[in-house]
């Protein structure tokens, strides 16, 4: 019988009690109760597994923080997408989005002081804020144009394209910067949602945070693609065990292959041991002697 991670579950109920007190304060339609339970139990779901793959019972002091976060981010997604409130009470939805990009930057603090820094929390961290900023760019869009779409959906577009192309899976290295960008927008988009700003400055605020943002991505996926795999063709057959093969060792022919002597381990040969081609079918080896161990092995060239 599978354990239940009771972490995940109280996060659970602790959504649906904040959505409740929304729908008695401000209003919640059916759409806003959707959205709001559905991330609730796609989160508690996810973040189940991820323990459980983990091999952990309970959740860590720091990603009891982002569970935290998580929790308010479900508010602002209700909110946000409930056709019932045509435009979104300024004053809950503001309080609750400062609030959970204030405890962004509580929970690696936790992490690291208790010493409970784990993949997992990285990632359940990393993807609280993804949804956030994608809500955020969704309740602005309509007053700055369908163009701040992009600082949401540019996190998801980077994940789709690394399923047709595996070298954008690999491993980043750590980057402050990458994380001062991934505040930004969240500090930009908090800040074009409270409308204190004049249109003209809001809109040029979003925009270059969307600048900052297409150029993180731009060097994050220029890094991977110079480092993507090799290709090309196979490597040539190896020899017997404990053996290499040696440039030095190749010889030039002239004919429709060409010979690729496998030396022992450590083996060295001399420049001068490499044989010259005398004619169209004859090999003058200069060295009498040839490298003991030495086995011939042809491919096409």
Do not use: N
Request: aromatic content about 4%.
């Amino acid at each position: 019988m599978p354990t239940v991670r009771t972490g995940p579950v109280l996060g659970l109920i602790a959504q649906l009690v904040l959505l409740a007190g929304l729908a008695a304060t401000v209003g919640l339609g059916p759409v806003g109760w959707s959205a709001g339970v559905g991330y609730a139990v796609v989160t508690c779901l996810t973040l189940s597994h991820g323990l459980r793959r983990q091999g952990s019972r309970r959740l860590g002091p720091a990603d009891r923080v982002t569970l935290g976060r998580a929790v308010l981010v479900g508010g602002v997604t209700a909110l946000v997408l409930d056709p019932v409130v045509a435009v979104a009470p300024l004053a809950v939805l503001v309080p609750l989005t400062a609030v959970a990009l204030a405890l962004d930057a509580v929970d690696g603090q936790v992490a690291r002081r208790t010493g409970t820094a784990s993949a997992l929390g990285a990632r359940f961290d990393m993807e609280v804020d993804a949804f956030l900023i994608l809500v955020l760019s969704v309740h602005v869009a309509p007053s700055a144009g369908g163009w701040v779409l992009a600082i949401g959906l540019m996190r998801y577009a980077f994940v789709a394209a690394a399923w047709p192309l595996p070298w954008l899976r690999g491993s980043l290295p750590p980057r402050t910067w990458r994380k001062v960008v991934a505040a930004v927008q969240g500090v930009v988009l908090a800040v074009a949602t409270a409308d204190v700003l004049p249109a003209p400055v809001t809109v040029g605020a979003v925009a270059l945070a969307l600048a900052v943002l297409v150029e993180s991505f731009g060097r994050d996926v220029h890094w991977l693609w110079r480092r993507r795999p090799a290709g090309g063709p196979a490597a040539a057959p190896a020899g017997p065990a404990g053996t290499v093969v040696t440039r030095a060792a190749r010889p030039v022919t002239a004919g429709p292959t060409r010979t690729v002597v496998v030396q022992p381990a450590r083996a060295v040969v001399p420049r001068a041991a490499r044989p010259v081609i005398a004619g169209p079918a004859a090999v003058a080896v200069r060295s009498a002697r040839p490298a003991a161990g030495a086995v011939p092995v042809s491919r096409p060239t």
